[in-house]
């Protein structure tokens, strides 16, 4: 009866996991098969073969999910919309929670300019950028949703799409540094740590 309810609640516990990482980036569900990867194993070394057969089948599960998610090519584009677009607003409401908990400081302004970043077809995040001279964008939001966490976003816009840009007369982006984490990302999207009127401030050269 202790193996019956156990391989339930191993059961029970491994398919939540696989449905959480399906929405997931690459990172955590990587960690996610690795993980499960070790209980199958450490399950059919000790004989115990309820648990390791069920972590077996996640795993296969996982592997599945991993080889769409790298066969499938990411088609990645920028639409620029104006900043009241129904679409735009709508996304930054059912989004609101995310985009504050990242972006705290983040402020609606009308006189912003606004992108919808797609993936095919598909919405997958904001970029929201406020002109502050001639030369310069200063990052107001840049939101994407779980999914597509993993810097490939990220990489498209400041580095393959920088040109864009600058071809519309802009030589350099800036922002502000928000945690750890931010940091992290803005490193290796090159941008650079500057003070700028005693204020720290991230700044991308785009020439």
């Known amino acids: 009866m202790e193996n019956y309810l156990e391989t339930i609640l191993i059961g029970i516990t491994g398919i939540l996991g696989f449905t959480m990482a399906l929405e997931m980036g690459k990172i955590l569900r990587f960690s996610h098969l690795i993980g499960l ?3 199958s194993f450490c399950g059919f070394f000790f004989t115990f073969y309820s648990p390791a057969i069920i972590s077996a089948c996640l795993v296969a599960g996982d592997i599945y999910m991993f080889s769409k998610l790298f066969v499938a090519k990411n088609a990645y584009n920028i ?12 996304f930054i409401e059912y989004y609101k929670r995310e985009i504050y908990h990242y972006s705290p400081f983040y402020k609606r302004n009308i006189e912003s300019t606004s992108f919808l970043i797609l993936n095919n077809i598909d919405v997958i ?8 001279n001639k030369k310069t964008l200063y990052i107001n939001l840049d939101f ?8 490939s976003v990220g990489k498209y816009i400041y580095i393959e799409n920088v040109q864009y840009f600058y071809n519309l007369g802009y030589e350099k982006i800036l922002t502000v540094c928000l945690n750890e984490t931010h940091k992290t990302y803005l490193l290796q999207m090159g941008f650079t740590e500057q ?8 700044v991308k050269s785009l020439v």
Do not use: W
């Open 37 to 39: 990867l070790i209980v």
């Open 79 to 90: 639409l620029q919309v104006r900043s009241n677009n129904e679409y735009l607003n709508a």
């Open 125 to 132: 995040g904001v970029f929201i950028v406020t002109v502050q």
């Open 144 to 151: 994407v949703i779980p999914q597509y966490r993993d810097f």
């Open 195 to 202: 003070e700028i009127n005693g204020e720290k401030m991230f």
